[in-house]
């Protein structure tokens, strides 16, 4: 058991597709970001969240859409994404968004877009 | 910003030997922490080590320990004693005090060989 939990682990959707992916926690944590993993790149922050309110956008392309209804659950909504959005999406937590203990991670959805 | 680098993007070891993962960053900050993170095949991020950066003493955490060495922005993860189950990316990250995310390096990927 991780502590973070994504769903599903992986995803194919077409470019004119909607989709959603799932990331619970039940860490009592109360910050939760979502990471881009691509091939032989760093992981990409994507978003932060600080007891539910967005925090942090690093220019996501409006195609992903973030959704936070709670300090436990985190959503990733997708729509007419382009094949270079295949990749690894990670969903990680942390008490804190300044907590320095590092982040707990989820396993991951892989995306691949068709 | 900051940045962190990892040389290696592959490395390969023997069984019960000792394997030493580079990374060096850039930051001007004076005070900030250091992670090395694992990721198996099951994609799952695992915190390996932490170091603080205001402590002259060297990380330790059972097999993996570090060569922390500030003057030259140096973190290197020396994993002893290899083990098969030890096969995975390797990342290296920084995060300063200040409350800054989570920066990764690009990874090594480590194979270990029976």
């Known amino acids: 058991e991780t502590g973070v939990t994504q769903t599903p682990r992986h995803l194919v959707m077409g470019m004119t597709n909607k989709k959603s992916l799932k990331c619970e926690q039940h860490l009592g944590h109360n910050a939760m970001y979502w990471y881009k993993q691509s091939a032989k790149k760093p992981l990409e922050l994507m978003f932060v969240?600080?007891?539910?309110?967005?925090?942090e956008n690093n220019s996501v392309p409006s195609r992903f859409s973030p959704e936070c209804p709670n300090s436990s659950h985190l959503f990733l909504h997708l729509h007419t994404l382009q094949p270079e959005d295949s990749a690894l999406y990670l969903c990680?937590?942390?008490?804190?968004?300044?907590?320095?203990?590092?982040?707990?991670f989820g396993s991951g959805t892989r995306l691949t877009v068709v | 910003a900051q940045t962190v680098t990892q040389s290696q993007p592959e490395m390969s070891v023997q069984e019960a030997e000792t394997v030493t993962l580079s990374c060096t960053y850039d930051t001007s900050e004076s005070n900030y922490y250091l992670f090395w993170y694992k990721q198996p095949p099951s994609r799952q991020m695992i915190l390996v080590i932490r170091?603080?950066?205001?402590?002259?003493q060297n990380a330790t955490e059972n097999r993996f320990s570090v060569n922390f060495q500030k003057a030259a922005k140096s973190f290197s993860l020396k994993i002893s004693d290899s083990q098969l189950g030890d096969t995975a990316m390797y990342f290296c990250a920084f995060m300063t005090t200040s409350g800054s995310r989570l920066t990764f390096g690009e990874g090594t990927q480590l194979t270990v060989n029976p």
């Open positions: 170091q603080e950066a205001y402590k002259q």
């Open positions: 990680a937590s942390s008490l804190r968004p300044d907590s320095n203990y590092g982040y707990t």
């Open positions: 969240y600080n007891f539910k309110e967005q925090t």
